[in-house]
């Protein structure tokens, strides 16, 4: 099925490890998806095994159309990029208002600033990797 195509769908903007990840989680329980990346080198293996795949960059005004945002029933935002991250989720928000909206966040200070911009969901990677392991610390902790 193409990209355009796909209704109620998760679509995983950036293909880091975290997106490498959900993609295979989706693959695995057959839930429907589209990537989107801008490096097409990075998502060769998926566009030859014929994967739900746009290859692009943030600036572009055709991906919402292209990965079928619209009709999308989760968006994920996974880039790296601080710059990047704000205008996926803002562009997210304006091509689909009700879509749950969930944006991975380097940075907690941006925390706030992508919720105005339409995230259901900030996920902070340092404070989920702190919450995974501070209960591991132990003894060495006290």
């Known amino acids: 099925m193409l990209a355009r195509e796909i209704r109620n769908h998760v679509v995983v903007r950036g293909y880091t490890h975290l997106g ?26 998926l566009i030859r095994e014929v994967k739900p795949v746009i290859v692009d960059n943030a600036k572009q005004e055709s991906t919402p159309v ?19 991250t704000p ?12 879509a749950n909206l969930i944006v991975r966040c380097y940075v907690d200070d941006f925390a706030e600033i992508l919720e105005t911009l339409g995230a259901n969901e900030v996920i902070s990677s340092s404070k989920s990797a702190f919450e995974g392991i501070a209960p591991r610390l132990g003894a060495a902790a006290k």
């Open 87 to 98: 205008l996926v989720t803002k562009r997210a928000r304006e091509a689909n208002r009700g």
């Open 20 to 45: 490498a990840r959900l993609v295979d989680y989706l693959q695995q329980s057959g839930a429907a998806y589209v990537l989107v990346d801008k490096d097409a080198a990075a998502v060769d293996d």
């Open 66 to 84: 292209d990965a079928g945002i619209a009709r999308a029933m989760t968006i994920v935002v996974t880039t790296n990029n601080g710059k990047t």
